[in-house]
């Protein structure tokens, strides 16, 4: 059985450059973590929450819904929930990432 959106080169490279923007997304959240650490700086914190939410969980949800998905543990009639589930979370971060631009601005 073949994941879904696996089964090509396309398809492969695609997953590849998913996982790779979430890896750099999640060292940008960690390195965002580390300022809040060193600095109690406040739009720090909403910035690191933002990267992980957007990169790190976005992309767990995305891929562990796919995957159930495709091996039939959740009904396909519950993929519009899951891809519902991945925009909510992207949304978050977003909104966090925002925050923080407009603390970090707001001095």
């Known amino acids: 059985m073949a994941v879904i959106g696996f089964g090509s080169p396309v398809g492969l490279l695609a997953g590849l450059a998913a996982t790779l923007s979430a890896i750099i997304g999640l060292y940008i959240g960690y390195q ?10 406040r739009s720090m914190r909403w910035l690191s929450v933002g990267m ?5 969980l976005t992309y767990l949800l995305a891929v562990a819904g796919q995957g159930l998905i495709a091996f039939r ?3 396909i009639h519950l993929q519009n ?10 949304v978050v971060g977003l909104a966090c990432i925002a925050y923080s631009l407009r603390i970090a601005t707001g001095r």
């Open 32 to 41: 965002a973590y580390r300022g809040l650490r060193r600095n109690e700086e």
């Open 81 to 90: 929930v899951v891809r519902l589930a991945v925009r909510l979370t992207q």
């Open 73 to 75: 543990i959740v009904p």
């Open 52 to 56: 992980i939410l957007l990169f790190g």
